[in-house]
């Protein structure tokens, strides 16, 4: 069962945020995501290999101001790659 503590959890919870224009609550959420996955990586180094790429594309994402493509990555790369 999948829950909002999960590191998947967070990634559907800030892009559900994104896809409602709650800005504020899915920056929040994702800088919780992000802080909670860089703290995974350092116990668990290969999962760091596994996200890097997609990371890069999230940043891009934000970057660009786009919020639905930001959720999108969210919801159906990063969260698969953490359950």
């Excluded at 350092?42 to 959720?71: H, M, N, Y």
């Amino acid at each position: 069962m999948r829950n909002e503590a999960s590191l998947a959890g967070r990634a559907r919870a800030a892009a559900a945020s994104y896809r409602l224009g709650m800005e504020g609550s899915a920056g929040e959420r994702l800088a919780a995501l992000v802080d909670a996955l860089l703290a995974e990586i350092a116990r668990r180094p290969a999962l760091g290999a596994r996200v890097a790429p997609l990371l890069g594309e999230l940043v891009a994402a934000q970057t660009r101001r786009d919020p639905i493509g930001l959720a999108d990555r969210l919801e159906h790369e990063l969260a698969p790659l953490l359950d």
